[in-house]
């Protein structure tokens, strides 16, 4: 037998083609409750977009550990032979909710693992580094990466702005105009965890530590000519290759590495090794092998399980955990912050949210807090009544910190040059010649004296560098 239709009360509904109206011509009965909740409900199938990553394509799947890194870390996550299932989504960042995935920009790799010691978030990029060390200018940066507030449209006098008034943009920026700015798909690009976070062992020593996913498919990318072909003929040509690719089993997979510093390494490193601009070189820091993540199962629903999925670089299991990156420092307050605003305040409460474990807060009401917990006398804390207590094994190593609160320039004393050296040195000619026409491509309308601004900085990490992008754009 077929179910029975109803409205969201269970009240069975008897028609659900015809309005009730008076008479035949109409008009509608306020009292055609069906009609106004069909309506009212299609009012609000939307939640607010994200502000940043709003357009997305993810995927479950597990990570697996195939080499012992115990001495590092305690976290049972990084066990050898540990399987942990996991959802990743990727996005772009400007673009809004219905952009075209075929564009220029950063991808975001953000990572949930759900894990037996609570849900471990890896909230990531397709790059190693990013265009701001200071979170001070996270919102403006990214005001020139939206809309112009009279014209709503994009600004690359706006970005160039930015980035020639910020130097330590640099980096990102050489790798955002390089082929690696339009990846060909999402199963073609490295993730990084991009911050330095920390790991701590059973002996409660520290490590500190970044995070790679080197894709298995290999790096593939677009040219500004094939990916606006793409774009003219699908928007959505990377959910579209992700989706198909799962579905027919040809599961995507990431080598899964990570990079350690010792607490005495980290004191004498040449820069502040806590800065988003800046790598660890692979010569002095190799790559450690950890592990595989593989995808293997496509949301059943997007909008519950993509849409919905809320990471936060807060979320952190024992023996992980973060660094003084100023910029980590302002995502683990304004993530959460934003999936309260966009969610709703028990967003971990959804299923794509939830971690296995169980979660025993003190928290109370609040909108949509549906979870039936038991209701005991221990609704405070601390309290006699037997409720969930704090564990103080779990506190981590003291962290030294050593000087006066001020607000220190951080550009002072700074090479912003030195590593985008490095990346330009290791481009081919061909990857150099794409660099400085998609560079002069994005500086189109854009005023000389922001122009020269940015060449001057192009100078700074080679004549060549400069020279090129000055032939790109014949002056
Ligand atoms: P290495 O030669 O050991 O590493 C170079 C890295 O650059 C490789 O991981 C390579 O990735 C990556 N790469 C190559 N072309 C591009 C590109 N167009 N955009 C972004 N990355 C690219 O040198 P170092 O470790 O000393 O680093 C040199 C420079 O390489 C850095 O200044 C940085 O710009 C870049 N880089 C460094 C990373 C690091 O963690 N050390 C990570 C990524 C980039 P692949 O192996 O996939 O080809």
Redesign the pocket.
């Known amino acids: 037998m077929k179910k029975r239709m109803t409205t969201s009360a269970g009240n069975a509904i008897a028609d659900n083609q015809n309005s009730i109206t008076a008479g035949e011509y109409g008009p509608v009965l306020m009292q055609d409750y069906q009609l106004i909740e069909k309506l009212a409900h299609q009012n609000r199938e939307r939640i607010p977009e994200r502000v940043v990553h709003a357009k997305g394509s993810g995927a479950f799947g597990e990570l697996e550990i195939t080499n012992d890194i115990s001495e590092y870390t305690k976290s049972k996550v990084f066990k050898k032979g540990e399987k942990t299932r996991m959802l990743l989504r990727f996005s772009t960042v400007a673009g809004e909710a219905g952009a075209a995935d075929a564009e220029r920009d950063v991808r975001g790799f953000a990572l949930k693992f759900y894990t037996k010691e609570g849900n471990w978030d890896l909230v990531g990029n397709n790059?190693?580094v990013f265009f701001i060390r200071d979170p001070q200018k996270f919102p403006d940066f990214i005001h020139t990466q939206k809309r112009h507030p009279q014209s709503n449209l994009r600004s690359n006098t706006a970005a160039w702005d930015f980035w020639s008034l910020s130097p330590e943009s640099l980096?990102q920026v050489t790798?955002l105009m390089?082929?690696?700015g339009i990846p060909q798909s999402y199963r073609h690009i490295?993730g990084y965890g991009s911050h330095t976070y920390s790991l701590i062992n059973e002996n409660n020593e520290r490590f500190w530590v970044k995070f790679?996913f080197?894709t298995k498919q290999g790096?593939k990318t677009l040219t500004n000519e094939e990916a606006s072909k793409i774009v003219a003929n699908d928007r959505e040509s990377n959910q579209r290759d992700l989706f198909e690719n799962i579905e027919k089993g040809n599961y995507p997979q990431w080598d899964f590495k990570i990079q350690i510093m010792t607490e005495e390494q980290i004191s004498t490193f040449e820069f502040n090794p806590f800065d988003l601009t800046k790598?660890?070189?692979?010569?002095d820091y190799p790559l450690i092998d950890v592990g595989v993540l593989t995808l293997n199962e496509n949301p059943k629903n997007y909008f519950n399980e993509i849409e919905q999925a809320s990471f936060s670089p807060s979320n952190i299991v024992p023996g992980i955990s973060f660094s003084p990156d100023k910029m980590l420092q302002a995502r683990i307050f304004s993530y959460p912050d934003a999936h309260r605003y966009r969610v709703g305040t028990h967003y971990e409460s959804l299923p794509v949210n939830r971690p296995i474990v169980d979660v025993n807060t003190y928290h109370t009401a609040g909108s949509m807090n549906y979870e039936e917990k038991e209701v005991t006398n221990a609704y405070y804390e601390p309290n006699s009544f037997d409720g969930a207590e704090e564990n103080r094994d779990l506190l981590e190593p003291d962290l030294v910190i050593n000087g006066d609160a001020n607000r220190y320039d951080h550009n002072k004393n700074n090479d912003n040059y030195a590593?985008v050296k490095?990346?330009f040195n290791?481009?081919s000619d061909y990857?150099k010649e794409q660099l400085f026409n998609n560079i002069a491509e994005s500086m189109d309308g854009v005023p000389s004296e922001i122009i020269d601004r940015q060449l001057g900085h192009f100078e700074k990490v080679s004549e060549n560098y400069a020279a090129g992008v000055r032939a790109a754009l014949k002056i």
């Open positions: 790059t190693p980096h790798i390089s082929d690696r490295n790679h080197k790096i790598v660890w070189p692979h010569g590593q490095d990346l290791l481009m990857q």
